[in-house]
T-cell receptor
Framework: AQKVTQAQTEISVVEKEDVTLDCVYETRDTTYYLFWYKQPPSGELVFLIRRNSFDEQNEISGRYSWNFQKSTSSFNFTITASQVVDSAVYFCALSGPSGGKLIFGQGTELSVKP | DAGVIQSPRHEVTEMGQEVTLRCKPISGHNSLFWYRQTMMRGLELLIYFNNNVPIDDSGMPEDRFSAKMPNASFSTLKIQPSEPRDSAVYFC?????????????FGPGTRLTVT
């Protein structure tokens, strides 16, 4: 069975702090895909990143970075120098080898205070 | 480029009424997904289509729910009769199946309230 666990329900930081959102997944597939989505207070779901199971290279995009470790089945997301606009619920998700159904974690609500 | 379009954005209806939610996927995408978001259950897949054919409907709660995709640019999710426990945000998403671009792009959602 596939499962995604985001153990942190809520995180609160002060602007300019770095913050890491944890994601642990379970799957029996050897090929799979991992995703992060952002849901701001307005409610839409915004795609942030996709990683393939065969590519463990970490990725950086501006203030965002992602650390994928197959050995620990984790796909963590770090925001450097957080800003108020980063306040949102962040979801980690998993899909199988052909894409298709996304299995979402329960989400982590990040609050960045000025 | 237009993203995924959903209508209506908000729907308030009384228990027992029929509700129809509509979705227009991103042009050129060949997979379409319906998800539901609630506080209790989070985000869960209801059904998805590939090339207009339903592939996985195991998440459809019961016979009151039905979904159709008559062509590549339109899908509906119907609830008949609606019940208060159907109150949720319903998202439609689309993707382009293949080695690249399998990420799903979501519409703005329809917030359904059944009283």
């Amino acid at each position: 069975a596939q499962k995604v666990t985001q153990a942190q329900t809520e995180i609160s930081v002060v602007e300019k702090e770095d913050v890491t959102l944890d994601c642990v997944y379970e799957t029996r597939d050897t090929t799979y895909y991992l995703f992060w989505y952002k849901q701001p207070p307005s409610g839409e779901l915004v795609f942030l990143i996709r990683r393939n199971s065969f590519d463990e290279q970490n990725e950086i995009s501006g203030r965002y970075s992602w650390n994928f470790q197959k050995s620990t089945s984790s796909f963590n997301f770090t925001i450097t120098a957080s800003q108020v606009v980063d306040s949102a619920v962040y979801f980690c998700a998993l899909s199988g080898p052909s894409g298709g159904k996304l299995i979402f974690g329960q989400g982590t609500e990040l609050s960045v205070k000025p | 480029d237009a993203g995924v379009i959903q209508s209506p954005r908000h729907e308030v209806t009384e228990m027992g009424q029929e509700v129809t939610l509509r979705c227009k996927p991103i042009s050129g995408h060949n997979s379409l997904f319906w998800y539901r978001q609630t506080m209790m259950r989070g985000l869960e897949l209801l059904i998805y289509f590939n090339n207009n054919v339903p592939i996985d409907d195991s998440g459809m709660p019961e016979d009151r729910f039905s979904a159709k995709m008559p062509n590549a640019s339109f899908s509906t999710l119907k609830i008949q009769p609606s019940e208060p426990r159907d109150s949720a945000v319903y998202f439609c998403a689309s993707s382009l199946s293949g080695k690249s671009g399998i990420e799903q792009y979501f519409g703005p959602g329809t917030r359904l309230t059944v009283t």
